[in-house]
């Protein structure tokens, strides 16, 4: 059974960076699922973010890039999100997401395609 758990979450002043985890259990992450990072205001849709696909290769939208690194951890099972020049609009829940297919940019303008999600951490960044 998969689990996506995701941690380190919390408030950080704008121009800060943070780094966020995503603990999995029931696959590796190098073992065929692509692996996303979205967030979510309240009352807004999911935005994607960022992917990784089991070889490695990233993707990233327009707005982050540059600003947001995703790497993988295969010993601890892990999956991170570093975001670097943090904005106060960054501020939201972030989730990471996982699935077995396509890995790129167009997976991430939708949340329907990911089959696994985590419960999200909060981020906060003041002005």
């Known amino acids: 059974q998969v689990h996506l758990v995701e941690s380190g979450g919390g408030s950080v002043q704008a121009g800060g960076s943070l780094r966020i985890s995503c603990s999995v259990s029931?696959?590796?992450?190098?073992?065929?699922?692509?692996m996303s990072w979205f967030r979510q205001v309240p009352g807004q849709k999911r935005e994607g973010l960022a992917a990784?696909?089991?070889?490695?290769?990233?993707t990233y939208v327009d707005s982050v890039k540059g600003r947001f690194h995703v790497s993988k951890d295969s010993a601890k099972n892990t999956l991170y999100l570093r975001m670097d020049s943090l904005k106060p609009e960054d501020t939201a829940m972030y989730y990471c997401?996982?699935?077995?297919?396509?890995?790129?940019?167009?997976?991430?303008?939708?949340?329907?395609?990911?089959?696994?999600w985590g419960q999200g951490t909060q981020v906060t960044v003041s002005s």
């Open positions: 029931g696959y590796t992450v190098d073992s065929g699922y692509c």
């Open positions: 997401a996982a699935h077995i297919g396509f890995c790129s940019r167009p997976e991430l303008l939708t949340d329907l395609v990911w089959k696994y």
């Open positions: 990784m696909d089991d070889g490695g290769t990233t």
